[in-house]
């Protein structure tokens, strides 16, 4: 089975290295608290209301200082681990994390009262409380979730970049340079922008359960890197020079249109919730229909489909696909595969939502208004 997906090499390690790589989320997690805990932040208001306050819920932010120190530290190898750690551990990684999140998650669920009549083992999976936070709102759970998956996603690519440097050299493949680029910019720029993560779906409607713990830590930090299992164990593919520019200048500006289409969405929606009569970009005017004291935008991004950020985040997963060059080999569209699964019924699931939400008159003249869920003219 191993060899037949082409991840021998992912099995290499010593009985000793295989033990560390089990354990190497937990330092991993303990580094990142201790980061997040000690470095200074900025306090903001998000959107999510705390029902104690009746006041939206305070954040402390400081994740793009984190994830800098983290860079440096991994790539100075100041803990005294290879650049190539994080990869050539990846297996081991994964299932001790996922142990991990299990136990974490089994503490984060069963200490608060049931009170949805969910059965215990649904209850799990997806959590009791939307919101956990400690230390006088120091510490965020979901926050810190999304810090140490993002930091993770950028740094398992690197490493995989790392490793296929090592193992090839001047054969090396640029499309995994290129892949490794494309996930740190993802991740800096989710930094960069960081308070607008707070109006977004997951911090404002997922529950802390072990699909929030095992999600955000896990799949978001180790296994968005999937593709690399299989493709960074593989050579330059060996276009002629002309092709190879073709290649990867296609692979960035489909990255890059859907990096746009990504950021503006979400931008504006930030902006909308902040300041709902501001014009986007200064000239995009928000249109919206009243639906009590709630308004739903139908204008700019959000007036050509009901989820344009997520047709970005297809787009992007298109470009990781597009970049490693073997364009038929399955271990490069995992993650395309993974995200198109992903948005696809989370726009449902948001749809009836929103229903509910808004009122279904209102949503009805909301999609009669905006007619595409995802893909304008298409879908």
């Not at 991990?100 to 998650?105: G, R, Y």
């Not at 494309?182 to 977004?200: A, K, S």
């Not at 896990?218 to 999937?226: D, K």
């Not at 204008?299 to 364009?327: I, K, P």
């Amino acid at each position: 089975m191993i060899e037949w997906l082409d991840i021998s090499h992912l099995f290499e390690l010593t009985q000793s290295e295989a033990i560390a790589g089990f354990f190497t989320p937990l330092a991993v997690f303990l580094a990142f608290f201790i980061a997040q805990m000690v470095l200074p932040g900025r306090k903001v208001p998000g959107y999510v209301i705390n029902s104690a306050t009746g006041e939206p819920r305070n954040y402390r932010l400081n994740g793009l200082l984190v994830f800098v120190l983290a860079l440096l530290v991994w790539f100075f190898e100041l803990t005294g681990l290879p650049r190539d750690w994080f990869y050539r551990s990846s297996i081991y990684a994964v299932a001790g994390g996922t142990v991990l999140t299990f136990i974490l998650s089994l503490i984060t669920v069963y200490t608060q009262p049931a009170s949805d009549g969910k059965s215990p083992l649904f209850a799990l999976w997806d959590g009791r409380v939307q919101e956990l936070s400690f230390f006088n709102e120091r510490f965020d759970v979901k926050m810190y979730c999304y810090v140490v998956g993002g930091a993770m996603l950028s740094l398992n690519a690197l490493s995989g970049a790392a490793y296929h440097y090592e193992t090839f050299g001047s054969n090396a493949n640029p499309g995994v340079y290129l892949y490794a680029g494309f996930f740190t910019f993802y991740i800096l720029d989710y930094f960069v922008f960081e308070r607008v993560q707070l109006y977004t779906y997951d911090i404002i409607h997922e529950r802390m359960g072990f699909k929030m713990l095992w999600g955000g830590l896990i799949v978001y930090g180790w296994m968005f890197i999937l593709p690399l299992w299989g493709i960074a164990a593989l050579p330059n593919p060996g276009f002629s020079e002309a092709w190879t520019y073709v290649w990867l200048i296609g692979a960035t500006v489909v990255f890059a249109a859907g990096w746009c289409i990504s950021r503006g969405a979400n931008m504006q929606k930030y902006v909308f919730k902040r300041w709902p009569d501001r014009k986007f970009l200064g000239f995009i005017e928000p249109v919206y229909i009243e639906a009590g004291d709630r308004k739903i935008l139908c204008s700019g991004f959000w007036g050509a489909s009901r989820h344009m950020n997520y047709m970005g985040e297809m787009l992007l997963a298109l470009a990781v696909a597009l970049s490693f060059g073997y364009f038929t080999n399955l271990w490069a569209w995992t993650y395309f595969i993974f995200i198109v699964g992903l948005f696809i019924p989370r726009e449902r699931f948001d749809a009836k939502h929103c229903e509910e939400k808004y009122g279904a008159e209102k949503w009805t003249e909301y999609q009669q208004r905006v007619k595409y869920r995802i893909i304008p003219g298409i879908y």
